[in-house]
């Protein structure tokens, strides 16, 4: 416990840090009349939809290393025609009570669309405060969604995101260390006592499993994701400028697998190259450098021949739990790889 609280301070530190600079951002936030962090962007039907966390105040709540500060309770689907048009808050999705299983804190989700139906996947924490991820259903993009009665079975840890291949085969990946439990789960067991990695020892890993054809269910057991350094090695938890924390995403460009994902701690968004959706996936370098605020969460769509970055920043409050979304281009190198972006003049 003593090295967690340790990292708690360094990270009090890190964000008094972040707040204290004087940098002018190149991107406003797509709403500013509710607080929205975790920006899951899709296009469907030719129109963007954003899913996102819906960031409260809570003022009894004290900031923790478990994250016990950001305590969501309901989603907002962001809808907008075009990068730069108006943005329409469509209004609450899907809401904490309406989730039979749920207890507290309703973090980062994504969606996806099949067979005539959208589906919304969620982390909870359940009633024994351990964090479990859900599907729910509509059959319109900006919901109401309605929760299926149970979680996934086999599903665990935080930040699902769902990636369709050209095959028509899709995948959940999910996970995340510190609050989001996945020091806790090993083999796909838990253990309530389960500890953070020493320095000198392998990272934790994200997961990844198949979805069955339902998209409401695994296929398969769930496995981990190999990111491996350009020598072929797993990083150590002392490469945590480099290693995998939370924020999963996949998406796919000229027939390679981008795997991006947040280092927490350090504050980079990372991303790793692959050849098939499993993996492994080499690193290759940082897509967003650290923003204002302690967290990095982003997404990667395509919108018509453009690539952009959905992101968030803590602009408008200044306090970490309370972030606002935000959108910039991302464009590739003639190798593939992706030009690092500063959210910042």
């Not at 500060?69 to 808050?89: C, E, N």
């Not at 953070?196 to 496995?223: G, H, N, Q």
């Not at 409050?317 to 959108?327: A, C, I, W």
Request: positive net charge; hydrophobic residues 35%; glycine residues 8%.
């Amino acid at each position: 416990m003593k090295r967690i609280y340790t990292a708690l301070a360094l990270i009090g530190c890190s964000l008094t840090a972040f707040a204290q600079t004087n940098k002018t951002p190149k991107d406003k936030p797509l709403v500013s009349h509710i607080y929205t962090a975790d920006p899951s962007a899709h296009v469907f039907n030719g129109k963007i939809y954003i899913y996102p966390s819906h960031d409260v105040d809570v003022k009894d709540v004290k900031e923790d290393d478990e994250g016990g500060h950001f305590a969501m309770r309901d989603y907002h689907v962001l809808s907008m025609d075009k990068i730069g048009g108006p943005v329409k808050d469509n209004g609450v999705a899907l809401d904490i009570k309406d989730i039979p299983w749920a207890g507290r804190q309703l973090w980062a989700p994504d969606a996806t669309f099949k067979n005539g139906t959208y589906y919304l996947y969620f982390p909870v924490k359940d009633k024994q405060d351990v964090f479990r991820i859900g599907v729910a259903t509509s059959k319109k993009p900006t919901g109401p969604f309605k929760p299926e009665p149970e979680p996934i079975k086999g599903s665990y840890s935080i930040d699902p995101t769902v990636f369709q291949d050209t095959d028509g085969k899709a995948y959940l990946y999910f996970g995340g260390i510190w609050g989001g439990q996945l020091q806790r789960w090993s083999g796909n067991n838990y253990d309530p006592k389960g500890a953070l990695k020493k320095k000198d020892e392998v990272a934790y890993l994200p997961r990844v499993a198949r979805l069955s054809a339902d998209m409401k269910s695994f296929a398969e057991s769930v496995r981990e994701v190999q990111i491996l350094d350009k020598n072929g090695k797993p990083f150590l938890e002392n490469e945590n400028d480099k290693r995998f924390f939370e924020a999963a995403w996949l998406h796919k460009y000229k027939g390679k697998y981008y795997f991006s994902y947040s280092t927490g701690d350090t504050h980079n968004l990372c991303y790793a190259i692959g050849d098939n959706p499993y993996g492994p996936f080499t690193y290759q370098g940082i897509v967003l450098k650290p923003v204002l605020g302690w967290t990095n969460h982003h997404s990667i769509v395509q919108v018509s021949n453009k690539w952009y970055l959905f992101y968030h920043d803590v602009q408008l409050s200044g306090k970490t739990h309370l972030r606002n979304v935000k959108v910039t281009e991302l464009t590739y190198n003639p190798d593939g790889t992706i030009k690092p972006i500063d959210a910042y003049k």
